[in-house]
């Protein structure tokens, strides 16, 4: 059985933990970036069936070429993060079930063909697995920024051309600059939000 996780895990990775928009000029190593996936890719999906594709635009060259992909108000901060993260939805993930459901080897044929299911399993577990990747983002002492406000048909041109990859969202990746945060917005509170039936 599992035991709680020290209290100050749970303010780094949620209590305390905000979105942020301004960034240190500090770099993020490309082997946290490995360590990052090492960790989010053993959170649940349906049917282990892990539709989430990383790319993580680091270098000045792919700035530039995710830039123009970007609405306005998300420009700069996104250029002054140190890493932006790609997080996209393979919508051929099934042809990978026999390595990642290996008891059942009729799986990938659940899928196959099937298209309205195929994007609703890719979109439901990807966003799944995005959120996994904040959360080990967050343990491993980086600050995330999420969000929409991109042009996934031209980003998917750019970044995934070739493939069956779909941007899902995006997410900035660095240490966050403090003095720029805002006071927290609300959240709503149980009785607004939840039941227990």
């Known amino acids: 059985m599992s035991e ?19 960034w240190l000029d ?3 190593p490309d082997d946290l970036l490995h360590h990052i996936y090492d960790i989010m890719k053993f959170g649940p999906t349906s049917a282990n069936c892990c539709p989430l594709r990383i790319v993580f635009v680091k ?3 792919a700035k530039e070429k995710l830039k123009p992909c970007l609405d306005g108000g998300n420009v700069e901060k996104t250029m002054k993060a140190p890493v932006t993260a790609i997080l996209a939805m ?3 993930f099934y042809e990978k079930m ?3 459901f290996p008891h059942n080897p009729g799986a990938r044929e659940w899928f196959a063909g099937k298209d309205a299911y195929i994007q609703s399993t890719a979109f439901r577990n990807s966003s799944l697995q995005g959120a996994y990747f904040m959360l080990a983002a967050r343990a491993l002492g980086l600050d995330c920024g999420p969000m929409s406000g991109f042009k996934n048909k031209m980003v998917d041109e750019v970044f995934f051309a070739g493939t069956k990859n779909q941007s ?7 240490y966050g600059d403090v003095s720029t945060l805002h006071p927290r917005s609300p959240r709503l509170d149980f009785d607004e939000a939840a039941t227990i039936a």
Do not use: W, Y
């Open 59 to 61: 270098s000045p060259e």
């Open 26 to 28: 500090k770099d993020v």
């Open 4 to 22: 709680p996780v020290d209290p100050r895990a749970v303010a780094q990775i949620f209590t305390e933990a905000r979105t942020h928009t301004a």
């Open 90 to 92: 393979d919508m051929e």
């Open 98 to 100: 026999p390595k990642l």
């Open 168 to 174: 899902n969202f995006l997410c900035n990746l660095g």
